[in-house]
C-alpha cells in the first residue's frame, strides 16, 4: 500500500499532498470502449479514489483490437462491470462503481452531482451533446476525447469559466452526416494514445499541475504525428442557452433526423419492386461490383456535376461500401429538391451476398418442386 | 494572398490531401469557402469549423491569416 504510489509521491510536484488529492477525487467515465478502457486503466493506477463506469454495451471480440481492458473470457458481458472486475485486481484500494445503463437525459444530472470530474468516452453525438449539457448544468469539468480512424481530438471543457463542446460545435451534426469507429474502422493503438491524454488532463486538474487543454483544442493526426493546437472562445450566449433549459432538461428525449431515417432502406425490401434506378456512389476501383444489378456508377465527389444520369421518373436506390457515402448523397439530392431517394443501409458486399443468396434459394426451391 | 488551407479528418478524404496552397484575393473566410466548395463539392454537406492562424472563427471573419484549417466533428470512442 505504501508503495504502490511511491513512483508518484517521490515527484516533488506531486508528493504525499498531491496522491492524497488523486485518492479524494471521484471521477466519472461516459463509456468503457476504446477511449474509456486506456483512461480508466490509468485512473484506477492512479489512485483516483472513486471511479464511475457507464456503459450499457457488451463486449464483443470485434472490441478487443483496441479495448484493452478486456479478453476473451469477458465476451458477452458487460462492459462496466467487465471493467470494474479487471480494475479491481490492478487497483483493490479504489472504490469502482459500475453503471450497467444507458446514459439518458433522466439519469444524467443525478449521476453527474456525485462526481468532481466527468470524462467523456462516448462514441456517438447524441451521447457527447448530453454529457455536454449536464456538465454545463451540474458545472463539472468535462475531458473530452474523440476519434477518427487516425486522428484524435482533446480538450478540456467547463473548466474554471472555459469554453463548452457546443462553443466548439453548436449542435450535432445530422445523423449518419459523420461515421464511427464500428461502420469506418479505428487503427486500434489511436485511442489508446488519445484517451491516455485524456487521463493525464484529469490528473493535472486533480493535481493542478501545467497547464491544461482548457479553451484549446488538440488535433491529434497518428499518421503523420502532427499536432494542431486551435484555440476555442467561450460563447456566453451559447452556454445560456443550455443553462436556460436546466429545468426541463430531464424531460428532453434524443432527438433523431426523421427524414434521414426514412430515407434508409433495405436490399431486401426492394429486390421485387420495379421501377427502380440503382447508384453506386464508390469510386470506380472499389470492389466488389454487383454485376446481378443494373447500376448506375456516379461516385459522391461527382454526383452534383452527374444529375443528368439520375433517372427523375424512377425511384433512386443508393449504396456504397457502408452505408455512409450513399446516405450523403441522399441528404445532397434532398437539398438540390431531388425527390424519391433512398439509401440502403447495406454495403455493397452484403447486398451482393443477399442477391447470390436470394438466387441459391430460388434455385433450391426449383429442384424440389421438380421431383 | 497566399493561403494554406489544412484538411481533418473525413474533409481530408474528400480533398485528398491534408493540406493545400493557394491563392486567394477575396476578404472574408466565407468566400474562401466558397472556393472551396466549388472545388470539393461535398464540403457544402459535411459540418466542419474553421481555424485561422490557430484559433477558431465564424465564417463572417475576415480573412487575415495564412494558416486555414477545416476541422470536422468526430463521433469515435
Do not use: W
Not at chain 1, 484555440?231 to 434521414?260: A, G, P, T
Not at chain 1, 429486390?271 to 476501383?285: A, K, T, W
Not at chain 1, 443494373?294 to 427523375?312: G, Q, R, Y
Not at chain 1, 450513399?326 to 455493397?348: P, T, W
Amino acid at each position: 500500500m505504501t508503495n504502490r504510489y511511491n513512483r508518484h509521491t517521490i515527484l516533488s510536484e506531486i508528493g504525499q499532498n498531491g496522491q492524497d488529492k488523486i485518492s479524494n477525487t471521484k471521477v466519472l467515465v461516459i463509456g468503457a470502449g476504446g477511449l474509456g478502457c486506456p483512461i480508466l486503466q490509468y485512473l484506477a493506477a492512479a489512485g483516483v479514489g472513486t471511479l464511475g463506469i457507464v456503459d450499457f454495451d457488451v463486449v464483443d471480440i470485434s472490441n478487443l483490437q483496441r479495448q484493452i481492458l478486456f479478453g476473451t473470457s469477458t465476451l458477452g458481458k458487460n462492459k462496466a462491470k467487465a471493467a470494474k472486475a479487471r480494475l479491481e485486481d490492478l487497483n483493490g484500494d479504489i472504490s469502482i462503481i459500475a453503471y450497467a445503463e444507458k446514459l439518458t437525459h433522466q439519469n444524467a444530472l443525478n449521476l453527474f452531482e456525485q462526481y468532481d470530474i466527468i470524462v467523456d468516452g462516448t462514441d456517438n453525438f447524441e451521447t457527447r451533446y448530453l454529457v455536454n449539457d449536464a456538465c454545463l448544468i451540474t458545472n463539472k469539468p468535462l475531458v473530452f476525447g474523440a476519434i477518427y480512424k487516425f486522428e484524435g481530438q482533446v480538450s478540456v471543457f467547463n473548466y474554471k469559466n472555459g469554453p463548452s463542446y457546443r462553443c466548439l460545435f453548436p449542435e450535432a451534426p445530422k445523423q449518419g452526416s459523420v461515421p464511427n469507429c464500428s461502420e469506418i474502422g479505428v487503427l486500434g493503438v489511436l485511442p489508446g494514445i488519445i484517451g491516455t491524454m485524456q487521463a493525464n488532463e484529469v490528473l493535472k486538474i486533480i493535481l493542478e499541475l501545467g497547464n491544461t487543454l482548457s479553451g484549446k483544442l488538440l488535433c491529434y493526426n497518428a499518421l503523420t504525428l502532427q499536432n494542431s493546437i486551435l484555440k476555442i472562445s467561450r460563447s456566453e450566449e451559447i452556454i445560456q442557452s443550455v443553462l436556460k433549459d436546466k429545468d426541463i432538461f430531464h424531460k428532453k428525449v434524443v432527438n433523431f433526423n426523421c427524414e434521414i431515417d426514412s430515407a434508409l432502406i433495405s436490399i431486401e425490401s426492394i429486390l421485387s419492386e420495379e421501377n427502380i434506378q440503382f447508384i453506386d456512389v464508390r469510386e470506380p476501383h472499389e470492389e466488389p461490383k454487383v454485376e446481378s444489378l443494373d447500376v448506375t456508377s456516379i461516385p459522391l465527389s461527382e454526383l452534383e456535376k452527374n444529375l443528368s444520369k439520375i433517372d427523375s421518373t424512377k425511384k433512386k436506390i443508393f449504396f456504397c461500401q457502408s452505408g455512409i457515402r450513399s446516405i450523403r448523397a441522399v441528404e445532397l439530392l434532398q437539398e438540390l429538391d431531388i425527390q424519391n431517394c433512398f439509401s440502403l443501409k447495406e454495403g455493397a458486399l452484403e447486398i451482393k451476398n443477399i442477391i447470390s443468396n436470394r438466387h441459391y434459394d430460388r434455385g433450391k426451391t426449383e429442384i424440389i418442386s421438380s421431383k | 494572398m497566399h493561403i494554406k488551407v489544412k484538411y481533418f479528418g473525413q474533409i481530408a478524404e474528400v480533398t485528398k490531401k491534408e493540406e493545400e496552397s493557394l491563392e486567394f484575393s477575396g476578404q472574408l473566410i466565407s468566400e474562401l469557402l466558397e472556393t472551396l466548395h466549388s472545388k470539393y463539392q461535398i464540403l457544402k454537406i459535411t459540418d466542419f469549423k474553421v481555424a485561422q492562424n490557430q484559433e477558431l472563427v465564424s465564417f463572417e471573419t475576415k480573412l487575415t491569416g495564412q494558416d486555414i484549417a477545416l476541422l470536422p466533428p468526430f463521433a469515435g470512442g
